[in-house]
């Protein structure tokens, strides 16, 4: 059985191609969520990033794990669209390049690197944003970057700073913001994997649900706990 919006746990999966859902995004405005299996697996305990994940317009199927869980406990086959693919279609798109966008960066070197990398994919108007070290407090209220968005008024919102904080960030600047139809995309840290900041995953091993493998092999310290994490989420389905 395929499906065209699965709704998990009230997040709202969107099974469509990248075409349909950056219309949509485009169009209509809101915030845009890949969420890995790790990530998933803690939403229960992690309240405040499930409210984020749960007020997304769009959720994408960014993991393999989920998919095939989905496939052997509700019968339900979906195509992955990894947070990755994702950003590479996007960063192949015209109309996305005319737009204002803000880009969200973990530090000011990575800020350099993102905003380069960027103006080398011809986007027009790109403006830079160094995140602080955000605790519950300042991720529920970062005046300065709202005040920024204030006054440069971004057409879209792309921000780097990595899964489970990135959501809530969204989400607060979502329910803050005037302009309802800006398009936020959370998509963990993804544009790392184009800039050389993470291992290149490649569209041959993310399409068969081996991105994940690529990254523990790079790094492998880093990420098997989200390896161990992932299987948790098989107590959501059973």
């Given at each position: 059985?395929?499906?065209?919006?699965?709704?998990?746990?009230?997040?709202?999966?969107?099974?469509?191609?990248?075409?349909?859902?950056?219309?949509?995004?485009?169009?209509?405005?809101?915030?845009?969520?890949?969420?890995?299996?790790?990530?998933?697996?803690?939403?229960?305990?992690?309240?405040?990033?499930?409210?984020?994940?749960?007020?997304?317009?769009?959720?994408?199927?960014?993991?393999?794990?989920?998919?095939?869980?989905?496939?052997?406990?509700?019968?339900?086959?979906?195509?992955?669209?990894?947070?990755?693919?994702?950003?590479?279609y996007f960063l192949e798109t015209a109309i996305?390049?005319?737009?204002?966008?803000?880009?969200?960066?973990?530090?000011?070197?990575?800020?350099?690197?993102?905003?380069?990398?960027?103006?080398?994919?011809?986007?027009?108007?790109?403006?830079?944003?160094?995140?602080?070290?955000?605790?519950?407090?300042?991720l529920l209220n970062d005046k300065k970057l709202?005040?920024?968005?204030?006054?440069?008024?971004?057409?879209?919102?792309?921000?780097?700073?990595?899964?489970?904080?990135?959501?809530?960030?969204?989400?607060?600047?979502?329910?803050?913001?005037?302009?309802?139809?800006?398009?936020?995309?959370?998509l963990g840290a993804a544009i790392a994997f184009?800039?050389?900041?993470?291992?290149?995953?490649?569209?041959?091993?993310?399409?068969?649900?081996?991105?994940?493998?690529?990254?523990?092999?790079?790094?492998?310290?880093?990420?098997?706990?989200?390896?161990?994490?992932?299987?948790?989420?098989?107590?959501?389905?059973?």
């Amino acid at each position: 059985m395929s499906s065209n919006i699965i709704n998990f746990e009230g997040i709202k999966f969107y099974n469509y191609s990248f075409d349909k859902i950056l219309k949509k995004m485009i169009t209509k405005g809101g915030i845009l969520v890949a969420p890995a299996a790790s990530s998933l697996s803690k939403i229960h305990e992690k309240k405040d990033y499930f409210n984020a994940l749960k007020s997304s317009q769009v959720a994408i199927f960014d993991s393999g794990f989920f998919c095939i869980l989905l496939r052997v406990f509700k019968n339900i086959k979906v195509k992955k669209l990894s947070g990755y693919l994702f950003m590479k279609y996007f960063l192949e798109t015209a109309i996305v390049k005319k737009k204002i966008l803000l880009s969200i960066n973990p530090s000011p070197s990575e800020g350099k690197k993102n905003l380069k990398f960027l103006n080398s994919k011809k986007f027009k108007l790109v403006f830079n944003y160094t995140a602080p070290n955000y605790d519950k407090s300042n991720l529920l209220n970062d005046k300065k970057l709202f005040n920024l968005i204030d006054k440069i008024k971004p057409e879209i919102i792309l921000i780097n700073i990595g899964g489970e904080k990135q959501e809530i960030l969204a989400y607060n600047i979502y329910k803050n913001s005037k302009d309802k139809k800006i398009f936020i995309l959370c998509l963990g840290a993804a544009i790392a994997f184009f800039t050389g900041e993470q291992p290149r995953i490649g569209s041959v091993s993310d399409k068969i649900y081996l991105g994940w493998f690529v990254r523990w092999i790079g790094s492998p310290i880093k990420y098997w706990p989200r390896v161990i994490s992932s299987f948790k989420l098989i107590k959501l389905f059973i």
